[in-house]
């Protein structure tokens, strides 16, 4: 059974940074593409950032380059997001996702809001 838990969101300034992390079990963690998503209130869900498998290859919405750093550490199954300068328009809910199996799997999510 996959499991994902996303911790790490928390109240912060603009300019601030926050590292959010996503706990993996139930499948072979380090093979699998890894993805952060975002939804804001009233808004779509929107891809981040991915942690692409085959090596150490990350891909970012174009507004987080430079900012963000999506991470893996296999041996505790765990996906990073090192955040830095964020903006108000980042706020959101995070979640971590993954495929497996044909079957696309988030987390509950963890809260992060950018506010002065």
């Known amino acids: 059974q996959v499991q994902l838990v996303e911790s790490g969101g928390d109240l912060v300034q603009p300019g601030e940074s926050l590292k959010l992390s996503c706990e993996a079990s139930?499948?072979?963690?380090?093979?699998?593409?890894m993805s952060w998503v975002r939804q804001a209130p009233g808004k779509e869900l929107e891809w981040v950032s991915s942690?692409?498998?085959?090596?150490?290859?990350?891909t970012y919405i174009d507004n987080a380059k430079g900012r963000f750093i999506t991470y893996k550490d296999n041996d505790k199954s765990t996906l990073y997001l090192q955040m830095n300068n964020l903006t108000p328009e980042e706020t959101a809910t995070y979640y971590c996702?993954?495929?497996?199996?044909?079957?696309?799997?988030r987390g509950p999510g963890t809260q992060v809001t950018v506010s002065s």
């Open positions: 996702r993954v495929n497996v199996l044909g079957k696309e799997e």
């Open positions: 139930g499948f072979d963690f380090k093979n699998y593409r």
């Open positions: 942690f692409n498998t085959g090596g150490t290859s990350t």
